[in-house]
């Protein structure tokens, strides 16, 4: 199988889920490793790779969708349920800036008071103060559709919306593990897998850049795993490759309801090997400092080729992510492993040719 596996990756081809499913639970380290390269050479230089500072604003912590993996969320009304003004938001992003930062993401959760023209309202001055200076990632996918049901419109209408008011990009996380199973088991409130798509879908039309996010390591079959690249990889084929990036980090177990352990840094690049080999339609695979420090590095030779150093997460923190700002220390992880970290700009807004 292995060999099977080595010609068809070496001749550009794709490998099937059941060739996916082998290759993690029978090959070796070395093996995933150098598909992984194999794959990564086909859009990176070997040696190479990008980052850039960023952090993660969390406007909110209200959310009604209590899902049992969370340890950030409030209910409505309940003691540190908070939601944050413009002024305390442009503080936080000037201390972003501060430390060289040059994008934020905004991630909340399913407050039930905000409107659409809520969002509109706070990307429309965001971008009036900051311009193109800043890139900004508005609300992931699931925070989109939460707000567009709450709203009653659309979520081709939301999306339009948000793009109108200045908003780039829209970020795939909320993401999880993009399988029904799962989510009826820890966050049935949230949505369906089929939703999700529709919505990733109308962000796209709308003109909006989008990214693909995965987290592994609650306790996820290996067929929910794979269902979730092959959803995935399809997608991404039915709109030309579109989506801009996909990330993959690993659940944080601390202060939850789920509980349960982390998986450790092995298990984490073999994976990230794995989604580099299979989704063959992505340009970017990113690894996560965020949930892996200093050692998510490595995953650059596991074939990631970039990288955010995050400045500030609350719902990873709160879950026991730990972020430190010696982003020396962390590139010259990277550095020794060979590699050339070269600070990036935006990446161009990738979207399908019909949008
Ligand atoms: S993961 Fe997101 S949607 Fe789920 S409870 Fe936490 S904040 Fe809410």
């Known amino acids: 199988m292995l060999a099977e596996i080595e010609a068809t990756v070496a001749q550009g081809g794709r490998i099937d889920r059941s060739q996916a499913a082998w ?90 008071d905000l409107r659409v023209a809520d969002y509109a309202e706070l990307f429309r001055r965001i971008r009036a103060h900051y311009g193109d200076s800043l890139s900004v990632y508005g609300l992931t996918v699931a925070e989109l559709m939460f707000v567009a049901k709450v709203s009653k419109v659309s979520y081709d209408e939301a999306a339009a919306t948000l793009r109108e008011a200045g908003l780039r990009w829209i970020t795939g996380g909320g993401a999880e593990i993009l399988e029904d199973g799962f989510r009826r088991r820890h966050s049935p409130l949230k949505y369906k897998v089929d939703d999700y798509y529709r919505a990733q879908q109308a962000i796209l039309d709308a003109g909006l ?85 200093a050692a998510a590095l490595e995953g650059l030779r596991w074939g990631a080729d970039d990288f955010d150093l995050p400045t500030e997460d609350e719902v990873t923190q709160k879950a026991g992510a730990t972020v430190s700002h010696d982003f020396a220390r962390i590139l010259d992880h990277g550095r020794a492993l060979g590699l050339e970290l070269v600070h990036r700009g935006p990446w161009p807004l990738r979207l399908p040719r019909a949008a």
């Not at 340890?71 to 409505?76: D, Q």
């Not at 084929?237 to 349960?260: I, M, Q, R, V």
């Not at 994976?271 to 996560?288: G, I, Q």
């Open 209 to 293: 850049g989008s990214t693909a996010t995965m987290v592994i390591g609650f306790d996820e079959t290996l067929d929910e795993r794979l269902a979730h690249l092959e959803r995935l990889r399809d997608f991404q084929d039915a709109n030309d490759g579109a989506l801009a990036s996909f990330l993959c980090w690993t659940y944080k177990p601390w202060h939850t309801e789920l509980g349960g352990h982390e998986v450790g840094t092995r298990e984490y690049l073999r994976w990230l090997a794995l989604c580099r080999v299979f989704l063959d339609n992505f340009v970017h695979v990113r690894t996560s400092v965020l949930t892996r420090n």
């Open 23 to 112: 290759l993690w639970t029978q090959a070796d380290d070395a093996d995933l490793q150098r598909l992984a390269t194999t794959v990564r050479g086909r859009f990176h230089p070997p040696d190479q790779a990008t980052y850039l500072v960023m952090a993660i604003l969390n406007y909110t912590n209200v959310c009604v969708a209590k899902c049992d993996y969370c340890a950030f969320y409030a209910l409505p009304g309940q003691e540190g349920a908070y939601l944050l003004d413009f002024d305390t938001l442009r503080a936080r992003i000037d201390a972003v800036v501060g430390l060289g930062g040059t994008l934020v993401g905004f991630n909340g959760g399913f407050h039930p």
